[in-house]
């Protein structure tokens, strides 16, 4: 049984991640195409003539890491090249910000589209890699704090003299289990 | 006197205000000797709940000692009392409060007309919990006003700690609550969402109420651990499929009570893809609760069952997979609780020994150290539970 247990949810993010991989693979190559072939325009946009060159070798990486995607059969390795990349091109526009002749409001522009597609990564290579991200070990034992006097199972019905107020019961004719079926309520015909 | 102020999200501050003074012939003074910190109070700190303003002192888990009463409210209290307050205030007189409905209370919220706005009716005033619901400062305090104080308390009987009473005011009455709308059967399997506070209570009163099997569901292992100790089974939200692991338990049926002891702040995750475009739409305010456990219960209840719901829920919810409940003719109980509806038997278990809610506590600390144990609380850091704060 242990080993199914976690067959359907690991399933279903595995399923998610892999869609969302394809999307980032064909955002890879699009971006890539992009930066290769509008390499001057995009500098020229963001002010950082000089960088010119280094953009176009981003264009060549990020279409190489689309294909990677894309044709691999696990992707995983490569989405985290997409983070690895991300995190050069943030240090790329943190230089221009620096650069007084850039034009910051759209390297700031730049900056945050390249931050959100970042996050994606990681939540995307996260998922891939099969570690929920927060998965935590028992380092708090509290299996002592059962607030009962005695063992739990001993406590079962402990306060079954308690009689649930008319208001809280259940509907009488969706009470098929082990009620005593008395006159007051219609009876079920079978 | 010193009290926690909230600010704004994650802004909760330790600051010096004028101490509070009768204002009606109702009304009692009481000095805080402990409070503490309720999931609730964390939809305010994350600024999920509508309706807070800046500087508005919070808490709704408190007890102390009456130093002043009122003219109107000498009757039933006198100073030096020793007293817990429920976190619903009641008038005692409404058609609801005759009936027990005391968290529906028709004349305690002073601000009845901006509930019924949003809610279509107005619902009791509540301490420390935005001005839907009254706008009365809270608890976490060194002194409070109790409005309609004649009514609004619970009175305890010497021999017994702060600690053991001091959650009769909300979490006790409310897993109780929350197992009581199950109307238990000795051949239910009752599953309960959320291993918080709220959801410790709900399993002990769930075993104490006779249920056959109880099933907790939770990714924080130490919480876990705390239900088990309380007699539950386990599941791991984030290592096994709660659907598959609940039918696994009853047979394929699925449990014939679920209770949802979450509430709007379901965690986000991939292994819940729809709490992500929850997440999404409250962002741009399309939809404000996260009601992934909702969803999760109205699939896998069995038949003819019951939802019971004492997580919080703040307004919109979007997906709700209504089909199931009308196909399967399931039952939904809500509400906040109707702490004094229970609170005489439940001081009683308390005393004769069936059960000591003190277990909870993680964390006794001044009230100064309030704002850093809310980050505490809120992160799960340091294997934190429950919070208790000493004025
Ligand atoms: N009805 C009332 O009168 C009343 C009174 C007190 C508290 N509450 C509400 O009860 C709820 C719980 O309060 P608490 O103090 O225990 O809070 P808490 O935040 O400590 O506990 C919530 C727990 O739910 C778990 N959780 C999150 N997503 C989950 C999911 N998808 N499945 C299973 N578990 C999940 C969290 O890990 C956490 O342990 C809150 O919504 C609170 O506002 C209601
Ligand atoms: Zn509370
Ligand atoms: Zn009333």
Redesign the interface.
């Known amino acids: 049984m242990a080993h199914h247990r976690n067959r359907r949810s690991a399933q279903m993010s595995r399923e998610s991640a892999d869609a969302l991989a394809r999307g980032l693979g064909w955002f890879s190559i699009a971006l890539g195409a992009v930066e290769v072939f509008g390499g001057k325009g995009v500098a020229r946009w963001l002010g950082m003539e000089q960088n010119e060159k280094l953009l176009r070798a981003y264009g060549v990486r990020e279409i190489m890491t689309g294909v990677g995607i894309l044709a691999s059969r696990d992707p995983t390795p490569w989405i985290w090249g997409r983070v690895a990349g991300d995190a050069l091109d943030l240090a790329t526009l943190g230089k221009g910000l620096a650069d007084p002749n850039a034009e910051r409001d759209r390297v700031i522009m730049a900056t945050g589209a390249v931050a959100g597609v970042t996050v994606l990564d990681i939540i995307c290579a996260n998922a891939l890699t099969g570690q929920p991200p927060q998965s935590r070990q028992l380092r708090w034992d509290y299996s002592d704090r059962s607030g009962l006097p005695k063992p739990a199972m001993q406590m079962r019905g402990a306060a079954s003299d308690f009689q649930a107020p008319r208001d809280m019961r259940i509907p009488d004719a969706l009470r098929p289990y082990t009620q005593p079926q008395g006159n007051e309520f219609p009876r079920p015909s079978m | 006197m010193k009290a926690l102020r909230w600010h704004g999200k994650g802004d909760i501050r330790c600051e010096t205000v004028p101490d509070p003074e009768i204002e009606h012939p109702r009304d009692a003074i009481i000095k805080v000797t402990s409070c503490a910190i309720c999931g609730s109070d964390l939809h305010l700190y994350n600024h999920f709940m509508p309706g807070m303003k800046k500087g508005d002192i919070v808490g709704h888990e408190f007890m102390g000692e009456v130093v002043e009463v009122g003219q109107d409210a000498k009757s039933a209290l006198k100073v030096g009392d020793r007293v817990v307050v429920p976190f619903t205030i009641i008038c005692g007189e409404c058609d609801q409060c005759k009936?027990?409905n005391f968290s529906v209370c028709e004349r305690t919220n002073r601000n009845a007309e901006l509930a019924a706005t949003a809610f279509g009716h107005t619902t009791a005033g509540l301490f420390g919990y935005t001005h839907l619901t009254g706008g009365y400062p809270g608890g976490q305090a060194e002194y409070v006003r109790v409005p309609y104080a004649d009514k609004t308390h619970i009175k305890i009987p010497d021999g017994l700690t702060d600690e053991q009473v001091l959650f009769l005011g909300d979490i006790f009455p409310t897993g109780w609550q929350a197992a009581?709308?199950?109307?238990i059967?000795?051949?239910?399997t009752v599953a309960i969402w959320g291993a918080g506070p709220v959801g410790?209570m709900a399993i002990?009163?769930a075993?104490?109420?006779?249920?056959k099997q109880v099933i907790a569901i939770d990714?924080?292992?130490?919480?876990l651990?705390?239900a088990?100790?309380?007699?539950a089974i386990t599941i791991n939200?984030?290592?096994?499929?709660v659907?598959?692991?609940l039918n696994?338990l009853t047979n394929g049926k699925g449990p014939?009570k679920c209770i949802d002891s979450v509430g709007l702040e379901s965690h986000v995750?991939?292994?819940h893809?729809d709490t992500l475009l929850d997440r999404a739409k409250q962002t741009v305010m399309l939809e404000s609760d996260r009601p992934h456990v909702l969803r999760e219960m109205m699939y896998v209840c069995r038949p003819?069952g019951?939802l019971s719901v004492p997580g919080v829920y703040g307004g919109l919810v979007d997906k709700i997979p209504f089909g199931a409940v009308m196909n399967k003719?399931l039952?939904i109980?809500t509400g906040q609780t109707h702490v004094n509806?229970w609170t005489d038997?439940l001081l009683r278990?308390i005393q004769e020994?069936?059960?000591?809610?003190?277990?909870?506590i993680?964390h006794t600390v001044g009230l100064e150290q309030g704002p850093e144990m809310y980050e505490t609380f809120r992160d799960k850091k340091?294997?934190c539970?429950k919070v208790v704060l000493k004025p």
């Open positions: 009936r027990g009581v709308q199950c109307d059967e000795p051949t239910d410790q002990r009163s075993l104490l109420l006779g249920a990714r924080l292992p130490e919480r651990s705390m088990k100790a309380g007699g939200f984030e290592e096994e499929s659907i598959e692991r696994e014939e995750s991939m292994n893809p003819a019951v003719g039952t109980r509806r038997d278990r020994g069936q059960i000591d809610p003190s277990f909870v993680t340091d294997g539970i």
